[in-house]
């Protein structure tokens, strides 16, 4: 530990603050510990094919070497530069939790619009006009009887 930097010991710390947020936010989404633990390692090995595909190229083309070592890494701080690369791609891709408000926002419209179709079919079974009643709600069935008793 005393030979780290004080950058170094920045990174670790941001470390440990992404690599929680992505644990606690996979397991309130609802992911098993299992597949927390897949996404993750997919995400550290995509993470790591990226950065080594770019700066491979970058010190063949750039730096002109024709052969690669550990040591062309270590020279040109490299793994400093992966280490920004590997917390931003954990740090993008932790799943983002249920947004339970646009749920709620969505079931309040819907009931909503229920309420109003129940309206409008009662209001249009009210103004249905029934055949024996007059505007005043009477029924005048004494003018139809045609029996004289």
């Known amino acids: 530990m005393n030979e780290l930097d004080n950058l170094e010991l920045l990174g670790f710390f941001l470390f440990i603050v992404v690599l929680r947020r992505f644990f606690v936010r996979s397991g309130s989404v609802g992911e098993s510990f299992s597949e927390i633990v897949t996404r993750y390692v997919v ?8 950065y080594l595909t770019v700066s491979c190229l970058f010190l063949v083309f750039f730096f002109k070497k024709e052969q690669l070592g550990v040591s062309d890494y270590q020279e040109n701080d490299f793994y400093l530069i992966f280490f920004v690369v590997y917390l931003v791609a954990l740090y993008a891709l932790t799943p983002l939790p249920k947004i339970e408000w646009i749920q709620a926002i969505k079931d309040d419209y819907n009931a909503e619009m229920k309420k109003a179709e129940e309206k ?10 029934d055949f ?4 005043e709600g009477n029924t005048h069935t004494d003018s139809m009887n045609t029996d004289k008793q």
Do not use: N, R
């Not at 995400?43 to 990226?50: D, L, P």
């Not at 409008?120 to 006009?129: F, G, I, M, R």
């Open 43 to 50: 995400i550290s090995a995509g993470a790591a094919a990226f």
């Open 132 to 135: 024996f009643t007059d505007s």
């Open 120 to 129: 409008e079919k009662l209001k249009s079974a009210e103004e249905q006009v």
